[in-house]
């Protein structure tokens, strides 16, 4: 296994162990402020790794199938996890509620289905830009909802300046990224209709 695909497995492990460590500790709904936090630096671990992966693939010339379909699962795996576990959670409906769950990890579903469909057909179906923002986007309101949960059970409202910022935080980065989320989505729609359609023009 090359060093990309090390890196890959890391974040899956990772992942695993942000999930245990949010059902261990009651993070959801325990009153630990610094569950939390500790949840949310586990989190940016596993995305960070997500550029760093890409960059050695590049850079060593060690591109793989196993790292192109282990890669985008590693990220949605991590996201629409932490998602569901937020939703079910007393405070973190307030942020992001079923139906908003329900939402994104079905967009990311369909477009892991056109994606394998398309490519088994022998047509490259890459990521495309708007995709990777919605993504930046992702990495930044999970840990934001993170951060106010720790304000939250810290402080309260002795520190009321800071819980109003970073529930505004929050609150409306996980808005913008459930806009781009959908926006992408239909563009990646779009994208693999247009490139089934030339397909079959082309036989």
Same mark, same amino acid.
């Given at each position: 296994m090359n060093v990309p695909n090390k890196i890959t497995t890391g974040r899956l492990l990772v992942t695993v162990v942000l999930f245990v460590y949010l059902v261990a500790t009651d993070t959801c709904a325990g009153?630990?402020? @610094?569950?939390?936090?500790? $949840?949310g630096v586990v989190f940016i671990l596993a995305v960070a790794t997500d550029a760093l992966d890409g960059y050695y693939a590049r850079k060593l010339g060690q591109l793989s199938d196993f790292g192109r379909i282990a890669d985008p699962v590693a990220d949605k795996l991590i996201v629409c996890g932490t998602l569901v576990f937020l939703s079910v959670s007393? @405070?973190?409906?307030?942020?992001?509620?079923?139906?908003?769950?329900?939402?994104i990890v079905g967009r990311e579903l369909l477009v892991t289905a056109l994606r394998?469909?398309? =490519?088994s057909r022998g047509i490259p179906f890459g990521a495309r830009w708007d995709g990777k923002v919605k993504m930046i986007l992702q990495c930044i309101a999970l840990p934001a909802m993170f951060l106010w949960r720790?304000? #939250?059970?810290?402080?309260?409202?002795?520190?009321? @300046? $800071?819980? #109003?910022?970073t529930y505004w935080l $929050?609150?409306?980065?996980? @808005?913008?990224?459930?806009v781009v989320t959908i926006t992408s989505g239909a563009r990646y729609v779009q994208a $693999?209709? =247009?490139?089934l359609r030339d397909g079959e023009r082309a036989v």
């Open positions: 009153s630990n402020s @610094w569950h939390p936090i500790i $949840a007393p @405070w973190g409906r307030t942020f992001v509620p079923a139906w908003m769950t329900v939402t394998g469909y398309i =490519e720790f304000v #939250d059970l810290r402080w309260g409202g002795g520190l009321a @300046w $800071a819980l #109003d910022a $929050a609150m409306g980065s996980i @808005w913008i990224t459930f $693999a209709a =247009e490139l």
